[in-house]
C-alpha cells in the first residue's frame, strides 16, 4: 500500500472538537484519490495532514511502509517527498515558466546539474502539453494554462506523492471540466498517485480512480465512481452524489428473494446481502434516483409535473405522485410536456437501496 491512512483524527489547539475524524483510507502507487465533500467538512485539514502541515492527534499516516505522521511522531512536509498544488496557483510572476518550474528542482537533493534542471522542465512542460513556454511569464498565460505550470512544477521534482487543494476552483466551468480530464492523463502518464480534494462531484468522478465522501470530520465511503452512486454507505452519501429523493417502502423476504414494496410499486433485488440490516417488514427510505424512474404513458402509476428544468438532451423533472410522495425523473427533451400536466412513470431500479426510515 502507497498511502495507508488509518483512524486519523486531526484536532485544531482551541477547539472541542476533530476537524477530521477516525478517517481511513488506502491508495495504491499510480492511483488518484479525490476527497469531497461540503464545505467544512474536514477535506483540507486531512490533506494537510498528510502533507505534514497538520499534526496528528491520533492514528496515523503512511507512506510506503513508513510512518510520516501520528501522535507522537511528526516528519517535516520537505522530508516527505510531497508535490502541491494549491488554488491560486502561486506562480511567481516576476520568473519566467522555466524558472517557474524549475524552482522545486533547485531543492531536490542531490541537486541536479543546470543540463539535468533544464531536461527535466522541458519534459514536465511537454507532459502538461506547454513546449514551447519556456521564456513566457506568468501573466502572459491564460488561467488554465498557469494551473498547468503549477502542475509541473509540482512534478518536476519526481515527488512520491501529489496533493492538489481545489486546483480549478478559480477557473470557468468549462476550462474546469476540460482540466479535469487533462489533468487525470497528465498524472497517468506521470505515474503519479495523488490526492485531490474538491468540491465539485464531476470533477470528482472525471479524475478519481477512488472517491471519498467526508461529512463533519468523518469519512463517510470511500470507493470508485460507480459504487458511490449505486452503492452509497450511508444516507448522507445517496443524498450527495446525484439527483435524488427518499420514499418510504417495506422490505420482506419472498422464497430467499427480496421485495421492496414502494410508493411505485414492488421491486425486487436478486443480492439480498444488501439487506442484512432490515428486519422483515421494518420501514425502510428507499432511494430514487431521476434515472431510476422512466416516463411511460402507459404506465400504471401517474404523477403530476410540479418542475422542470431543461438539461440539453434531457429534462429534470420534479414530479408529485398521488399520495402525495415527490420524485424525479430524467425524460429525454423531445418529451416536452407541461407543468400541471400528469405523465405515467415506471420505476427500472438496477440497485434498490434503502435506509433505516427516520422518525
Ligand atoms: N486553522 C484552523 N483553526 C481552527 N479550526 C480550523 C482551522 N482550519 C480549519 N478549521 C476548521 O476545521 C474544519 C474543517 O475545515 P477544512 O478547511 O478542512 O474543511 P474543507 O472541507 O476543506 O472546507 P472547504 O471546502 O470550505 O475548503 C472546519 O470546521 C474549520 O472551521
Not at 17 to 38: C, E, K, M, T
Not at 58 to 71: E, K, P, T, Y
Not at 93 to 117: C, D, I, M, Q, W
Not at 258 to 265: E, S, Y
Request: charged residues 20%; hydrophobic residues 40%.
Amino acid at each position: 500500500m502507497f498511502l495507508e491512512v488509518q483512524d486519523l483524527d486531526v484536532r485544531y489547539a482551541g477547539t472541542q472538537a476533530s476537524a477530521v475524524r477516525g478517517v481511513s483510507l488506502q491508495l495504491n502507487a499510480g492511483d488518484i484519490g479525490v476527497l469531497i465533500g461540503p464545505s467544512g467538512c474536514g477535506k483540507t485539514t486531512l490533506l494537510r495532514a498528510v502533507a505534514g502541515l497538520e499534526q496528528v492527534h491520533a492514528g496515523a499516516i503512511r507512506l510506503q511502509g513508513r510512518v510520516v505522521g501520528s501522535a507522537g511522531l511528526q516528519l517535516p512536509p520537505e522530508e516527505r517527498r510531497i508535490g502541491m498544488v494549491f488554488q491560486d496557483y502561486a506562480l511567481f510572476p516576476h520568473l519566467t515558466v522555466a524558472r517557474n518550474v524549475g524552482f522545486g528542482l533547485e531543492y531536490t537533493k542531490p541537486r541536479p546539474s543546470g543540463a539535468e534542471r533544464q531536461d527535466r522542465v522541458r519534459e514536465v512542460l511537454a507532459l502538461v502539453g506547454l513546449e514551447g513556454y519556456e521564456g513566457r511569464y506568468p501573466h502572459e498565460l491564460s488561467g488554465g494554462q498557469q494551473q498547468r505550470v503549477a502542475l509541473a512544477r509540482a512534478l518536476a521534482p519526481r515527488p512520491q506523492l501529489l496533493l492538489l487543494d481545489e486546483p480549478f476552483s478559480n477557473l470557468d466551468v468549462d476550462l474546469r471540466e476540460r482540466l479535469a480530464h487533462e489533468v487525470r492523463t497528465i498524472l497517468k502518464a506521470a505515474q503519479a498517485t495523488a490526492l485531490f480534494v474538491t468540491h465539485d462531484q464531476l470533477e470528482a468522478f472525471a479524475i478519481g480512480d477512488h472517491i471519498g465522501v467526508m461529512h463533519e470530520g468523518q469519512l463517510h465511503q470511500w470507493a470508485d465512481a460507480y459504487t458511490l452512486y449505486h452503492r452509497p454507505a450511508t444516507r448522507f452519501v445517496a443524498d450527495f452524489i446525484g439527483h435524488g429523493v427518499f420514499a418510504p417502502a417495506t422490505v420482506s423476504e419472498v422464497n430467499g428473494r427480496v421485495v421492496v414494496q414502494t410508493p411505485l410499486g414492488e421491486l425486487s433485488e436478486v443480492n439480498s446481502s444488501h439487506f442484512a440490516s432490515a428486519r422483515p417488514g421494518e420501514g425502510r427510505d428507499i432511494l430514487l434516483r431521476a434515472d431510476d424512474i422512466v416516463h411511460d404513458d402507459s404506465a400504471p402509476v401517474k404523477a403530476q409535473i410540479l418542475r422542470k428544468a431543461f438539461r440539453g438532451a434531457e429534462f429534470l423533472y420534479t414530479l408529485r405522485l398521488a399520495n402525495g410522495q415527490t420524485v424525479l425523473a430524467h425524460v429525454p427533451s423531445h418529451h416536452d410536456h407541461k407543468i400541471g400536466e400528469w405523465i405515467g412513470i415506471r420505476p427500472e431500479v438496477d440497485h434498490v437501496v434503502t435506509f433505516p426510515a427516520r422518525d
